[in-house]
């Protein structure tokens, strides 16, 4: 079974710019959630799509968004990029039973996006 | 406000000893635990887990323990390995809640030869 694949894996982008990053997650997996890496903060969770909706939504500015589609395919978009947005995006992805089930999650490599 | 905390940054350990991984967390209200292993480049892998029924739950070499009363997890890798070098992530989930798992800093682990 393939895994989670990210696209792009790295990407560089100047301040004031948008950014789209694309996950695909495994077959059958309807979750997707996304998180920014940076250094010393650990993973940050930014938000959840589970059938084509937001489940969840984390701590970040409007400026991050995403959305997902019926594939379960999911974009998360970035607008007027900041410096301090570089980071590793990661996202994960899950079958999520439902509440009492096992809630493992499978991630992709990552997007490495740097603003300069 | 940091619900789930690894207070190590960083941990070194000699090959074939055990090494011990902490994680503390704050919201009474979680009621799964999960451990990843992250290479760089990579992203993070599940390793094991626990559900809050349960203080104890063990996978090969890796063995987690929960202290429901001290809100404090903890993850023993016995013996350790040099593959086992790597950070390592705490995570925590409200399965009958958000269902939005809450992730530690990470801790670095070095297994030395």
């Known amino acids: 079974k393939a895994g989670v694949t990210q696209t792009p894996r790295y990407l560089i982008k100047t301040r004031g710019q948008q950014v789209t990053l694309s996950c695909s997650p495994i077959s059958g997996h309807r979750s997707v959630s996304w998180y920014q890496q940076t250094p010393g903060q650990g993973l940050q969770f930014l938000f959840e799509?589970?059938?084509?909706?937001?489940?969840n939504k984390g701590n970040f500015p409007g400026r991050f968004s995403g959305r997902q589609f019926s594939n379960s395919r999911s974009e998360m978009n970035v607008s007027t990029l900041e410096l301090g947005d570089s980071a590793l995006y990661l996202c994960?992805?899950?079958?999520?039973?439902?509440?009492?089930?096992?809630?493992?999650?499978?991630f992709g490599p990552g997007t490495r996006l740097t603003v300069t | 406000d940091q619900q789930v905390k690894q207070n190590s940054p960083s941990l070194s350990v000699q090959e074939g000893r055990i090494s011990i991984l902490n994680c503390d967390y704050t919201?009474?209200?979680?009621?799964?635990f999960l451990w990843y292993k992250k290479y760089p480049a990579e992203g993070p892998t599940f390793l094991i887990s626990?559900?809050?029924?349960?203080d104890k739950n063990e996978d090969g070499r890796f063995t987690v323990f929960l202290n429901k009363s001290a809100k404090h997890l903890s993850l023993h890798i016995v013996p350790s390995q040099p593959g086992d070098s790597a950070v390592y992530f705490c995570?925590?989930?409200?399965?009958?809640?958000?269902?939005?798992?809450?992730f530690g800093q990470g801790t670095r682990l070095t297994i030395n030869p």
């Open positions: 626990i559900s809050s029924i349960k």
């Open positions: 799509y589970f059938s084509e909706t937001q489940r």
């Open positions: 919201n009474s209200m979680f009621d799964y």
């Open positions: 995570a925590a989930v409200q399965l009958q809640g958000a269902q939005k798992l809450v």
């Open positions: 994960a992805s899950s079958w999520t039973g439902g509440a009492g089930s096992t809630y493992e999650q499978y």
